[in-house]
């Protein structure tokens, strides 16, 4: 048993600490989420030279073939820093895909790891799969063009689309005289036979025939999008029928993630509460020497200490492929998501009108956390799957 | 980073999982386990079986009679007697708190005298620090030591000694210069509960056991020899003390409410008399994952604070979180489980559901957040020494 990052680990820790705090201080990342394009793009190539990118990634892909727990730790800083880029939606969304399809399209993944490019994963669509666990009922059509493909439908909820260089697509290949036997009705028939013709495609934007449409998002740190494919070129990634076991361990890694995000959020947001409550004087005191508020703090810091506790684990698990990985990512993304959010409105009371106003980075941390909260579904989603697996059966 | 046992953690385990299954006290698991007087000859014998087996101060210096094991070893061991659910050893305030605090500050002539006594169970100790006036505010106590010759003479009284109607020696805080601010007056000495003057009266808790005791000193002379640390220098032996009480605590807390968590769900997937299982029911249902999110929480914390443990061979802020964590999260446990009995919740006797388990563990739980720091206490501590808020008086 050891439960300590090591020293390589550390100094990593202190390198992309450094160099958020440096660049992207919360001034500056609030210029630029006030903004367009909501980013500065000219970071890519730095987070490329400093090896963000290809971290988890295969050397015999181009990677430097480290795991999450690696990249745990940049994760965290990443949401300490709420550095907005599209991160988490290139290296926790859209790798696994590029990286399952590294031997048939090597240049999707080289162009990412060189910093040329950035990347997401589109699952979600308006009448079909809203969370990437139910992607395998995406209604998307893919329809062979020659040796190419050419995708149909509408995404939606796509993280950072605006930003990105391509989208991951989960679509539904349709030989021809598919259509007639769709819908088969009857849930599990319709599960079952939805999963068989799944498939990921990549799709490189701008390309003619797919639209962008940004919507107006509450983390507009990170803004979500409308992806319009009308027979929109598509390069083919991950075969159909051979989506479900690269999207289960996308959906693992991302639920790794965000929980790692949400721990540097919660912990920056009690930093700014604490930082507060220790200066700012009320009755001749300062304010946090009020239990009532000095404890309002403590019961935030230890629920972050636990999601802490919680989000380690998952990505430990999930690097090391352990059995457990799927429970320990529902409990680490659960926890951790409403820790984030109890912090960040814990420090918005006890900063009192500060925190409520809009030149405070306060509720940028804020509405990161509620984003962490939302995504894959609320903390109540995930425990309804632990239940399953405590209770049934 | 490693959540698995090494090899050596691995086979320390499976031998003790052996030891245990060959020499729990037969029927123990099945008997509902109570705290209390009636099976003291059965916890000495098992208190006695531990020590031949070598599991007593498994992490004391080999000089001292211990097993010079890392910590780790002794969170295995804390982990699978609570799993196992072995009785409790009658001497944990001799082996948790006592042996600690005389290796840090001890004489060489008291360690000779007592360390290797402690692990044998020859010598029991309690713990003489609360008094009736001076509970969470431990330092305004007025035990009073007076000198005489070249001892002390004790008169006063102390309350919450759980152990004290068998122990043979106690560690005990008195005031030793009234003038002095109250930090400052305070000496700790070794009382030895045999003296003249030395009367323990049993209290009885609110569950109906008498756990604890009072203990009242009339003119009790205790030799210079047995003072520990400095006259007048015994706060901070008796932090030593309490730091102990709480950082190697976790693991045996966190073994329990496994337990329970593991008798909570049998008791959810069993039909009531309609036929309904309360498994089925949706706020059940998050009401028990949730449990289940805090309790890998604490166990994973436990682990960071064994890693701070090992590092600093000092205890950290994550005990004090942990323990308040878990005494809040097994009180809603137990809760939770006479709201799954329903009306059959207020019978607590035989022929009640597991002959009155739930019912104990639930009055018993309300001591969790008083005893070994109340979570008030334990607020004002992370709030002040973890989070650097300022002291709230």
Same mark, same amino acid.
């Given at each position: ?393 | ?251 045996? #807390?966190? $073994? ?5 968590? &593991?008798? /909570?769900?049998? %008791? *959810? !997937? +069993? ?23 805090? #309790?890998? $929480? ?5 682990? &960071?604070? /064994?890693?701070? %443990? *090992? !590092? +600093? ?38 022929? *009640? ?41």
């Amino acid at each position: 048993m050891d439960f300590a990052f090591s020293e390589e680990q550390e100094m990593l820790r202190e390198s992309a600490r450094d160099f958020l705090a440096t660049r992207y201080p919360l001034e500056r990342v609030a210029e630029l989420a006030d903004g367009e394009p909501g980013w500065d793009p000219s970071s890519w190539g730095r987070l490329a030279d400093l090896g963000w990118l290809g971290l988890s990634v295969a050397e015999d892909h181009g990677g430097a073939g480290a795991t999450l727990v690696e990249e745990a730790v940049l994760f965290e800083e990443t949401g300490r820093a709420l550095y907005p880029g599209p991160f988490l939606a290139t290296v926790g969304l859209a790798l696994p895909a590029l990286e399952a399809a590294a031997k048939t399209v090597p240049q999707a993944l080289s162009a990412v790891l060189a910093g040329e490019r950035s990347a997401t994963l589109a699952w979600a669509e308006p009448d079909g799969p809203r969370t990437i666990a139910e992607a395998g009922s995406a209604a998307c059509a893919a329809t062979r063009d020659g040796d190419g493909w050419r995708l149909t439908g509408t995404k939606r909820l796509v993280p950072d689309v605006a930003a990105a260089g391509a989208v991951v697509v989960v679509a539904r290949a349709e030989a021809p005289g598919d259509r007639q036997r769709e819908p088969a009705p009857g849930a599990g028939a319709r599960a079952a036979d939805s999963v068989a013709g799944v498939g990921l495609w990549l799709v490189d934007l701008p390309a003619e025939r797919a639209v962008v449409v940004p919507r107006s998002t509450m983390d507009t740190t990170r803004r979500l999008g409308d992806l319009v494919l009308d027979a929109a070129p598509a390069t083919l990634l991950v075969p159909p029928g051979e989506a479900a076991p690269v999207l289960a361990a996308t959906r693992l890694r991302a639920l790794a993630a965000v929980a790692c995000e949400a721990v540097g959020v919660t912990e920056r947001a009690l930093r700014f509460a604490t930082e507060y409550a220790g200066q700012r004087e009320q009755f001749g005191r300062p304010v946090g020497s009020y239990q009532a508020v000095s404890h309002r703090i403590t019961d935030a810091y230890v629920a972050g200490e636990l999601a802490r506790s919680l989000a380690y684990w998952a990505a430990w698990s999930v690097a090391s492929d352990e059995e457990q990985a799927p429970v320990a990512c529902a409990a680490a993304k659960s926890a951790a998501g409403e820790a984030a959010v109890l912090a960040a409105e814990s420090a918005i009371q006890c900063m009192g009108g500060i925190g409520f106003t809009w030149d405070h980075p306060l509720h940028r941390l804020y509405k990161r956390a509620q984003w962490i909260d939302a995504f894959e579904g609320h903390g109540a989603a995930h425990r309804r799957e632990l239940a399953a697996a405590l209770l049934d059966g | 980073m490693d959540f698995r046992d090494s090899p050596e953690e691995a086979s320390f385990r499976a031998r003790l999982r052996d030891w245990l299954g060959d020499n729990l006290p037969a029927g123990w698991a099945e008997r509902a386990p109570r705290a209390g007087r009636s099976d003291l000859a059965e916890a000495l014998a098992w208190s006695r079986k531990l020590y031949e087996a070598g599991y007593a101060g498994l992490t004391w210096p080999k000089r001292y009679g211990g097993g010079g094991a890392p910590y780790t070893f002794q969170a295995i061991l804390l982990e699978e007697l609570a799993r196992a659910e072995a009785p409790d050893h009658v001497n944990v305030i001799g082996l948790g708190m006592a042996g600690p605090t005389l290796m840090a500050h001890g004489t060489e002539a008291q360690k000779s005298r007592h360390l290797e006594p402690i692990l044998s169970g020859e010598q029991i100790f309690c713990q003489g620090f609360s008094e009736p006036g001076a509970g969470s505010d431990l330092a305004s106590l007025r035990t009073r030591a007076v000198r005489d010759g070249d001892g002390f003479v004790l008169d006063g009284q102390k309350v919450w000694s759980s152990f004290a109607h068998v122990a043979h020696w106690c560690i005990l805080l008195a005031r030793t210069n009234p003038e002095a601010a109250k930090h400052r007056g305070l000496t700790f000495f070794l009382v030895d509960m045999h003296a003249p003057g030395v009367e323990v009266r049993p209290l009885r808790q609110l569950t109906g056991d008498p756990e604890f005791n009072e203990i009242f000193l009339t003119g009790v002379r205790v030799p210079a020899e047995q003072v520990v640390g400095e006259v007048d220098g015994g706060w901070a032996v008796a932090m030593t003390t309490l730091l102990h009480e709480r950082g190697t605590l976790g693991f045996a #807390l966190t $073994g329990r409410l496994e337990v329970l968590l &593991r008798k /909570l769900v049998a %008791l *959810a !997937r +069993t039909p009531d008399g309609s036929g309904v299982r309360p498994a089925d029911d949706p706020l059940v249902r998050d009401r028990i994952a949730r449990q289940w999110v805090e #309790l890998q $929480g604490l166990r994973f914390t436990n682990y &960071r604070a /064994l890693t701070s %443990l *090992a !590092r +600093t061979g000092v205890p950290g802020p994550e005990g004090s979180v942990a323990k308040l964590h878990w005494s809040e999260s097994n009180q809603r446990l137990t809760k939770l489980a006479l709201e799954l009995l329903g009306p059959e919740a207020q019978l607590d006797g035989d022929g *009640a559901v597991w002959n009155g388990y739930w019912q104990y563990q639930q009055l018993r739980s309300r001591g969790n957040t008083i005893e070994a720091g109340t979570s008030e206490v334990l607020r004002n501590i992370i709030a002040e020494r973890v989070l650097g808020l300022p002291r709230s008086r």
